[in-house]
């Protein structure tokens, strides 16, 4: 905290010369800490809510354009694979040019995407601009991190990463409830339409009171090489776990990409050592705590985004509900993660990292257990306890893996820290949908062919089966308008009891999953370099 003295050198009589916060007001903005945490919250907030608030529009865009099941997958695809491949190299250019521009940039990028995607009327261009989406939304995320730890002082970090944090979850969580609301009442379109003001908004903040830190010993050229090989091998490995679902894991073409990622990372890995400034100094790993961050990121977003995956469609598809309903049923896993993100910032800065870290993955590991036991009768009230007490867990992990990481990273190297806690994020959530996709694929597949002999159910062919199969993946009962009303319903049984069986099996092993991170998390300390962060500033 600083104070400034003005002295008084005005003579009796003279008129008293004004202090220079009165001369220049906006000295009292620029770079004050609280409003810098609202200005990248507003960015921040686009970007998340783009994560999940698409889901919702995918049918009626589907419907609107005229577009194939696999096309409409890359409107999702497409954006987190641009987002994921970016992220780091957008953190380097957020440390070379300063956070601010690289922030501003992406919230104009992200929002001019977001209205041209708005007016497409084809799906090719909707993928097209949701790449673009991707691309600036890379830009804008690290950079909010950069900024935080450069105007936050040590003591006051936490808060702010909490308070960011819960910006971020709330946004996640809540855009299929504000989703089914504007398309339904609306269109789809405006799913897009709303980043503009919200960009508009973002960057009328951001050019008034973001200041611009560098470090002094700032990168001060580009690892082009180190980009490009760190940039396909993330491409490979997002590309098998995006289209191993539909190739299958045994599929020589999923092998060939996680090899050729395998090949790539360790290409990487070897010119950075030779470069003279290296993309990602690989000395950033010999800290266990930032390493141990980083592993407990991408633990906890299989955890999460796998195990969240598949509840959307058990509240839709089994329960009946609609995208508005399902939304608010989740509310109370939005609610937890609002309330729990500050406390956990709180929490964090009194004791460190490592028990709310420990503490948090035991409670999602719970939370993800209790799920395993939700089945087709389950009440709203059984469903609220382990989606709140999902919440409750994620917040300190969502809060202390970013300050771990970023904390422990110097500050010269702070956006490559925030890119690779948002790409550890990004992959742990695609590994957990695929992973767990897989395990729900290969669950329904062995049980589904059974429960629907001794249902007394007419045969299928091995085509109907398959078929048939895909659609209870995803809780659909495979009806058709001339099924009898008696044999409908004795396959909607058989349906819901099967894609049951695979969720509580996916469920048990993203509890699995949490569990291995309490022993990661045990490895966290707080940042060594957290005290390099800013100092100086209105608090």
Avoid at 110 to 139: E, K
Avoid at 170 to 184: K, Q, Y
Avoid at 300 to 305: E, W
Avoid at 418 to 429: P, S
Wanted: glycine share 12%; proline share 5%.
């Amino acid at each position: 905290m600083t104070s400034q003295t003005t002295i008084d050198t005005t003579g009796p009589g003279d008129k008293a010369r004004p202090a220079p916060s009165d001369r220049q007001p906006d000295k009292a903005l620029r770079g004050h800490p609280w409003l810098t945490l609202i200005t990248v919250a507003v960015g921040v907030m686009m970007v998340a809510l783009d994560g999940t608030i698409v889901a919702i529009a995918n049918p009626a865009i589907q419907k609107d354009l005229g577009a194939t099941f696999a096309q409409v997958q890359w409107i999702t695809n497409g954006y987190f694979l641009a987002l994921a491949v970016s992220l780091i190299t957008a953190g380097k250019l957020g440390d070379r040019f300063g956070h601010r521009q690289t922030f501003l940039i992406g919230v104009v990028g992200f929002a001019a995407a977001s209205g041209a995607i708005g007016l497409s009327d084809s799906i090719a261009f909707v993928v097209t601009f949701r790449v673009f989406q991707g691309l600036f939304g890379a830009l804008l995320m690290p950079a909010a991190l950069g900024l935080l730890r450069a105007t936050f002082p040590a003591e006051k970090l936490n808060m702010a990463i909490g308070i960011w944090g819960m910006v971020i979850g709330a946004s996640t969580a809540g855009g299929p409830i504000l989703g089914g609301v504007l398309v339904e009442h609306v269109n789809w379109q405006s799913v897009f339409f709303i980043n503009v003001p919200v960009g508009v908004l973002a960057l009328a903040l951001g050019v008034v009171i973001l200041l611009d830190h560098r470090a002094e010993n700032a990168p001060r050229s580009f690892d082009l090489l180190g980009i490009a090989l760190l940039s396909a091998a993330m491409f490979c490995l997002v590309w098998a776990l995006i289209k191993a679902p539909t190739w299958g894991w045994g599929d020589g073409k999923t092998w060939a990409f996680v090899i050729g990622s395998v090949l790539l990372f360790g290409a990487f890995a070897f010119w950075e050592t030779r470069v003279k400034e290296p993309l990602i100094p690989l000395a950033l790993f010999r800290s266990v705590p930032l390493s141990a961050g980083v592993v407990l990121m991408v633990l906890m977003a299989i955890a999460f985004m796998g195990g969240l995956f598949f509840v959307t469609f058990y509240l839709q598809n089994v329960h009946g509900m609609k995208p508005i309903d399902a939304g608010l049923h989740l509310l109370p896993l939005t609610g937890m993660m609002i309330v729990g993100s500050p406390l956990a910032g709180a929490m964090i800065t009194k004791l460190g990292p490592r028990i709310p870290l420990a503490g948090g993955m035991a409670a999602t590991a719970i939370a993800m257990y209790g799920m395993s036991t939700l089945d087709t009768d389950t009440g709203s009230a059984a469903m609220s306890i382990w989606f709140a007490l999902l919440g409750l867990g994620l917040a300190p992990v969502m809060v202390g893996a970013t300050e771990v990481i970023v904390g422990n990273a110097p500050m010269e190297l702070s956006g490559v820290a925030g890119g690779l806690q948002q790409a550890a994020m990004q992959i742990g959530g695609s590994l957990g949908t695929a992973v767990l996709g897989a395990v729900m694929a290969s669950k329904v597949d062995g049980d589904l062919p059974g429960n629907w002999t001794d249902a007394g159910l007419p045969p299928l062919t091995g085509t109907q089966l398959d078929q048939a199969s895909e659609a209870v993946q995803v809780g659909v009962a495979p009806v058709t308008p001339q099924t009898p009303a008696e044999v409908a319903a004795k396959i909607t049984d058989v349906a819901h009891d099967t894609f049951i069986s695979g969720m509580s099996l996916a469920s048990l092993v993203a509890a699995g999953v949490a569990v291995v991170a309490v022993f990661v998390a045990l490895l966290t300390k707080r940042g060594e370099n957290a005290e390099a962060g800013a100092g100086v500033g209105h608090l």
